[in-house]
């Protein structure tokens, strides 16, 4: 059959079930699709369940002819958080229970029993499900893995064997002194200290089910054909240089949620609907809070989907927040503080200074909240996500690493690209109302300056001709060149 009457390729993706990941592969997806590639998405029946209470994303989808969702047990139950320290649970049972299912689903016709599309061709799948690059090879179709992580991180995962071997790893966390350097992880000798590492490196123990599933990490992507990361050349060129010497076919294709926006903008057909992949209700309400606040006067608050608090590091950064003086909007999601009834004991002054300087929402639309105008810091736990929106953004952080690569990334935001003040191991009043009041008010300049700069680097790169731009027309090229 000659090439112009060839059917699309087919490609199927599978993130890892947490909203993070869920973003971003929704992003790739409908980039797929808009490069006239058929996609089968493919999540746990948990995510689906809260996409459709959540969200419109079926009818967005709708509108592309390729796309089609399918859904998969992740083997936990219907109650289980999925979050906080649950976490890697969900990693075991999707392992043990997924993977057989998985390769069901890929061996079965049920993939092509919509339309006349091509059985799957190519895989996309989150790295961390390294069962999926295992049922690939079983069958024969091309994987290529997505790392919704930052490069940074997995380039230290990359160097674990190497940390182990020099003796730097383990550390024994009550006696050692966490502010010596790491020397083994190539680029980041001037900086990176045992206390900038994932967080499972402070446990002290080799054994540790953690470590010994990122301590493979290097060798586990260096089976799939490439890696995709939401990242840029002009932000993460120096790691994804070394990053290279593992695996040499990175698709950095940052930051993803805007180039899906810069594509679309490119299309002649009629505006879509803004879609969103919340897996909580948005409150839209604090918009409108936003658009009565002066230009860059408030510090947005936001830990993620995953992190959670408990009452005491609550009360330490409301008090922090309120005593700042800074207008302050803040994510507190349903499930993200441990221990019950603690909207009973917030005292009176503090929920009045609230009201005055202070809004409160369970789940805000990020991306719009960062880029409006009044905001002038965000507050995050550096999950990658938030990073790289905040990057686009132009907003500088505060970062309070909760777990896992936000320890590493918070390093790289205050110490490599300058972009804000890392708060990381510390969670008492003072030292938030000073790190907020350094940020908004006494360094705001040149935080600003610099945030502003970076973000220009990241407009450009996804521009006709910028490096996320090419580098995603590579991978749609390659997807096209790997077709059977
Ligand atoms: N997010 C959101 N509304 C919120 C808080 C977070 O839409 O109120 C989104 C945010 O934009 C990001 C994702 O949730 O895309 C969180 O991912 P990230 O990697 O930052 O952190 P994680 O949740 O994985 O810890």
Redesign the pocket.
């Given at each position: 059959m000659d090439q112009t009457t060839k059917p699309p390729p087919h490609v199927l993706i599978f993130p890892l079930p947490?909203?993070?990941p869920v973003?971003s592969m929704f992003k790739l997806a409908e980039l797929l699709c808009l490069a006239g590639i058929d996609v089968t998405v493919v999540v746990t029946e948990h995510i689906h369940g809260r996409l459709l209470r959540y969200t419109n994303i079926q009818d967005r989808f709708n509108h592309y002819p390729g796309f089609q969702l399918k859904t998969i047990p992740d083997g936990l139950p219907a109650d289980h958080p999925r979050s906080g320290d649950k976490f890697m649970e969900l990693f075991d049972s999707l392992k043990a229970k997924t993977k057989p299912i998985f390769k069901d689903i890929l061996t079965s016709d049920c993939l092509t029993a919509a339309g006349s599309r091509r059985p799957v061709d190519f895989i996309i799948a989150d790295g961390s499900l390294g069962f999926t690059c295992d049922v690939a090879n079983e069958i024969g179709i091309p994987i290529v893995y997505v790392r919704t992580i930052s490069p940074c991180c997995l380039w230290v995962f990359f160097c674990l064997p190497k940390l182990i071997e020099a003796g730097e790893l383990p550390f024994k966390p009550a006696e050692d002194d966490w502010d010596v350097l790491i020397k083994n992880v190539p680029g980041t000798e001037n900086f990176l200290r045992r206390r900038d590492l994932p967080s499972f490196c402070r446990l002290g123990d080799l054994d540790d089910e953690q470590v010994q599933f990122y301590k493979s990490e290097g060798e586990e992507n260096s089976r799939a054909r490439g890696l995709i990361l939401n990242t840029f050349e002009e932000l993460d060129g120096h790691v994804l240089s070394q990053m290279r010497t593992i695996c040499p076919n990175l698709y950095p294709i940052g930051p993803l949620h805007e180039l899906l926006k810069a594509k679309l903008s490119t299309q002649k057909a009629t505006p879509l609907p803004a879609s969103s992949s919340?897996l909580w209700q948005e409150d839209r309400t604090c918009m409108t809070w936003l658009d009565s606040k002066p230009l860059k006067s408030v510090v947005y608050v936001?830990f993620?989907?995953?992190?959670t608090l408990t009452t005491d590091q609550l009360m330490e950064f409301w008090h922090g927040l309120v005593n700042s003086g800074i207008p302050f909007l803040w994510?507190i999601r349903p499930d993200s503080i441990a221990g019950k009834d603690w909207e009973s004991n917030i005292a009176a002054d503090l929920r009045e200074a609230t009201k005055q300087r202070g809004y409160i929402v369970g789940?805000?639309?990020?991306?719009e909240v960062l880029a409006h105008p009044a905001i002038g810091g965000f507050l995050t736990?550096n999950?990658?996500?938030?990073?790289v929106?905040s990057i686009y953004a132009g907003v500088p952080m505060i970062c309070w690493p909760y777990f896992l690569d936000q320890l590493v990334n918070s390093r790289f935001v205050s110490e490599v690209w300058k972009l804000g003040l890392d708060m990381k191991d510390t969670c008492d009043r003072s030292t938030i109302e000073k790190t907020v009041r350094d940020l908004m008010v006494v360094r705001k300049q040149e935080f600003t300056e610099r945030a502003t700069e970076m973000a220009e680097f990241a407009r450009n790169c996804l521009k006709e001709g910028g490096s996320s731009y090419c580098n995603l027309e590579r991978l749609v090229k390659d997807i096209h060149s790997m077709m059977s």
């Open positions: 947490l909203q993070g973003n919340s936001s993620g989907s995953i992190a994510v789940w805000a639309p990020q991306e736990h999950g990658w996500n938030s990073t929106e």
